[in-house]
């Protein structure tokens, strides 16, 4: 991948929080994007928000695709040199059947690679997969690195937010990993924290909503931000690209640059905006949830990456982003 041109590239999901804000950065970078959407029958849904974006007219195709149907992405995939897979099953109800869901994400994402593979012209897979690939399991570390994987049979028993979204991460990653040295397509898998941050998605992101809980008086998510690994939007989707077009890139990276405490995070906001009457570190100091491991991103920091925020310009993106949006 030495000496990449700039070219086409698809990126899956593109309503996203993350997706969203990648499109953006890349179209910025001078690539030209195609992106899937889910079919909207009833052309109710508004993608302004896409092809308002600048470049978006001339360098932008956005293109119907359903997981459910992994050849549905073969058209937006069509004369790619790189595919950025971020589209993936939620279900912040837990409603459906895990292993339903689970499913459904490894045998659509596992389609869209045996297109990359078809293709011909694709030269590198970049999947978003989540720190929650690895930070659940019965072990002590003193941080989490690319060797760390989570335990579905710990994520059954400690079911901590939902058992769906880090048990179809974890398995789809492997998969993944896997059909990358079974086939011999170039896939990089990269793990984001809490992504917080602004987001041009209309949307609220479920990352920016829980890590906003104290902002958004949510107190029954209080319990997700004991301790956390955050970082910024603007950060990953440069991350995305940076792993995209490194000629030496291969396997996992973790993507997080902050961990900070519930207390902490309390302090700050209170300090930078008091008009919000954001609770006191003292009153918080009771609350019982989950508190994540310190995370390294050393591997991705040594390929020469670099971090451009820090936790206030996170706050001060998403706060801004929730008024302009009515959400705060």
Not at 109 to 130: E, H, N, W
Not at 201 to 225: D, I, Q, W
């Amino acid at each position: 991948m030495e000496n990449l041109e700039k070219g086409k590239v698809c990126v899956t999901g593109g309503t996203g929080f993350l997706a969203s804000w990648l499109i953006k950065r890349l179209l910025e970078d001078g690539y030209s994007v195609t992106t899937t959407v889910r079919a909207d029958p009833e052309k109710n849904k508004d993608y302004g928000f896409l092809t308002s974006l600048p470049n978006a007219s001339e360098k932008l195709q956005i293109y119907h695709a359903d997981l459910n149907d992994p050849n549905s992405f073969a058209p937006a995939i069509a004369g790619c040199i790189g595919v950025f897979h971020l589209a993936t099953p939620i279900d912040e109800k837990d409603e459906e059947d895990v292993e339903v869901l689970t499913r459904r994400a490894i045998e659509g994402t596992l389609g869209i690679l045996k297109i990359c593979l078809d293709s011909k012209t694709v030269r590198r897979v970049v999947q978003t997969s989540s720190v929650v690939s690895m930070d659940f399991n019965h072990h002590t570390v003193d941080f989490l690195d690319e060797s760390c994987w989570s335990d579905i049979d710990y994520i059954n028993s400690a079911s901590p937010f939902g058992r769906s979204y880090p048990t179809s991460k974890t398995l789809t990653e492997k998969a993944v990993l896997e059909f990358s040295q079974q086939s011999g397509l170039d896939v990089v898998s990269i793990l984001p924290s809490y992504v917080v941050g602004p987001f041009i998605c209309p949307r609220l992101p479920g990352s920016v909503r829980v890590t906003m809980a104290l902002v958004l008086g949510n107190k029954a998510e209080y319990g997700l931000v004991l301790k956390s690994n955050m970082v910024h939007v603007d950060d990953v989707a440069r991350a995305h690209i940076f792993l995209f077009e490194h000629p030496n890139a291969n396997g996992r990276y973790l993507c997080s640059s902050h961990l900070i405490t519930i207390e902490e995070l309390a302090n700050l906001l209170s300090a930078k905006y008091p008009e919000l009457q954001i609770p006191s570190a003292e009153s918080l100091k009771d609350i019982k949830g989950f508190k994540f491991n310190p995370v390294s991103s050393k591997k991705l920091l040594d390929a020469g990456f670099e971090y451009k925020y820090g936790i206030e310009e996170m706050f001060d993106g998403a706060i801004q982003s929730c008024k302009e949006k009515g959400y705060l």
